[in-house]
C-alpha cells in the first residue's frame, strides 16, 4: 500500500513540541515542526498573504520536502495551515522542491477552468534508489482556493533538463511579461554540462506549453557571469524604478553556488547576490557585471518576492530563508524538534543602483520612545521599555559624532553585540559579534564596512532567536540566528560615548 504521507506529516504536525519552545519565534514563520528552507509560492489575495516553504516534517530522520502553508493579514502572525504539495506522486517521490506562483486575475484566465486561478509552479525531484541519478522536472499544481491544491494531470509540465545541461535544472519563477501582455515567463537556475551555473528563461502563453526561449545573458557584463559559480539555484527578476534616475530596472537576484570567499563578504557557504540591468528577450542588457549580496548576514538564502494579481498592485516585498545548506545543527533541534526560520517580508526599492529593504511593517508613529537612562561610560545600559520581552522592533539612532556605538541582545554571560566602530579617517565598520552565544558553529563574528556617508541609524527585528538588522534605512541588511540564553529579553545599549539621539520600539510579546 502507498504511504499516506499527509497523514503522516499531519500526525508530526499534531505532536510537535515546537511552538512551546522558548526560541521559537512570534513574527518569523517557522515551521510547525521539523526544518524550514527556501520560501516558495509567496502570494498577496485580498489583502491576506500566503506563504509556502520548503518543508521537511520528519527531520532529522528523514529527509523528504513537502511544500508547507501559511498565511497572516499584518505580515507578523502567521497561521500555519496543511501542506499543500505533498511529495507523493512518482515525479516528486524525492522532494517537491522549490518554485513560485501566479494568481490570475478573473480576465486572464488563460482558457483555464476558474479552478486553476492560483497557479503554484515547482520542481518535482526524483532519485533513482538503486543508481541515486537525478531527475528534475518542473511541475504545476492549481488552486481554486488556497484550501484545495490538485496537481496538474498532465505533469510534469517540462519532464526534464535541456541538452547542454544537467540534471541540477530546478526553482521555477513565473512572471507576466510587463512588455507584451498575455505572456508569462519562466526562469529556471541550472547547470551547464561543462559544471558552471547559468538560468535559463521559458516562455508560455497558457502556462502550461512552456518553450525554451534560451540562457539568460549579460552581454555588457564583460564575462562577469560566464564561469560563475557551478550551479544558479533559486533565480529571480524583479522590476523597480531606480529612486534616484528614474530609470526602470530588472533586478536579478539568486544564489550561485561555488563563489570564491572574498577578504571581506561571501562568508557563507553559498551567496545570495543581485545584479541590475534591463531584460530584453534574454538578454539582461546594460548590467555591467556588478553584484553584491542582497544580506551580508551569517544566515539568509534564496529570497523571493510576492506574487500579485494586475488588479491587485502593491510594492516588491521580499522574502528570504534566515538560513543556509548543511547547517542544521542548531539548538531548537534539540530544545523543539524545529530548525530554521524565514526573514520577515522586507519592502525593496533600488537606489543609485543599490538594494534598500526596509521590514515591510514599518515601526508604528506611536511606537514607545526609549528612554536610555543612567548611562555608563563603559559598559551596557539596559532599555528599561524591553524589559520582559523577547520579541521587539526598535529604531536607534546615534550622534553622528559617536566613534562607538551599539547594541547587546541578552545578558553579558550569553548575548550577540552589534556595534558600530567609526574610524578618524571617517571609515565605519558593522562588528556583528556571537561567540558569545548558544550558536557560535558557522560564523561567530562577522565585520562589514558600510558604504561611505551610511548614516548612523539602526532598525533591529530581534525575535527571540532571531535579528534582522537594518543599517543606514536599509542600504546593508545582515540576517543572523541569535540563540542568546534561554528566555533571555531585553536588550542594552553599549559603547563608550553611545547616546542615541532618538529611538523607539513596539514589543510583540
Ligand atoms: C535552495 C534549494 C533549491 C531547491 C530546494 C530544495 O535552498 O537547494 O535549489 O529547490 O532548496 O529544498
Partial sequence: MTEDLRAAALEAINRSQAAADSDYPVVHLAPPVGRLNDPNGLLVEGGTYHAFYQFSPFHPHRKLVYWGHASSDDLLHWTQHEPAIIPDSYYDRSGAYSGGAVVLDEDE????????????????????????????????????????????PDNPLLPAHPAGYTAHFRDPQVWRDPDDPGSFRMILGVQREDLTG??????????????????????????????????????????????????????????????????????????????????????????????????RGFEFYAPQPFARRPSEPGPVLLVGWAGNASQDDQPSIETGGWVHALTVPRTVALRGGRLLQRPAVP????????????????????????????????????????????????DEACCVTIEFLYDDDGAARLVVDRSRSRYTRHGATRTVTLPAGTPPRLEVVHDRSITELFVGDGALVFTLRSFVAPGTTGASVIGESVHPVAGCAVCFD
Fill in 363 to 410: 515601526l508604528p508613529a506611536d511606537a514607545a520612545a526609549l528612554s536610555i537612562v543612567g548611562r555608563r561610560l563603559e559598559g551596557a545600559t539596559p532599555i528599561r521599555e524591553l524589559d520582559g520581552h523577547g520579541s521587539w522592533h526598535l529604531r536607534l539612532e546615534a550622534d553622528p559624532a559617536d566613534a562607538r556605538w551599539g547594541l547587546r541582545i541578552g
Fill in 109 to 152: 484566465a488563460c482558457g483555464l477552468p476558474a479552478s486553476s486561478r492560483y497557479q503554484f509552479f515547482y520542481t518535482g525531484n526524483l532519485k533513482d534508489p538503486v543508481t541515486d541519478e537525478r531527475t528534475a522536472s518542473q511541475c504545476l499544481v492549481t488552486s481554486p482556493d488556497l484550501e484545495r491544491f490538485t496537481k496538474w
Fill in 198 to 295: 547559468a538560468a535559463l528563461l521559458y516562455r508560455s502563453e497558457d502556462l502550461r506549453s512552456w518553450r525554451l526561449e534560451g540562457e539568460l545573458s549579460f552581454p555588457d557584463a564583460d564575462g562577469a557571469f560566464d564561469h560563475f559559480g557551478y550551479m544558479w539555484e533559486c533565480p529571480g527578476l524583479v522590476r523597480l524604478t531606480d529612486e534616484l534616475t528614474g530609470q526602470v530596472r530588472d533586478v536579478l537576484i539568486w544564489c550561485p553556488q561555488g563563489i570564491a570567499p572574498e577578504d571581506e563578504g561571501y562568508e557563507n557557504i553559498f551567496p545570495c547576490v543581485y545584479t541590475v540591468g534591463c531584460l530584453e528577450g534574454t538578454e539582461l542588457r546594460e548590467c555591467d557585471g556588478t553584484f553584491a549580496e542582497v544580506d
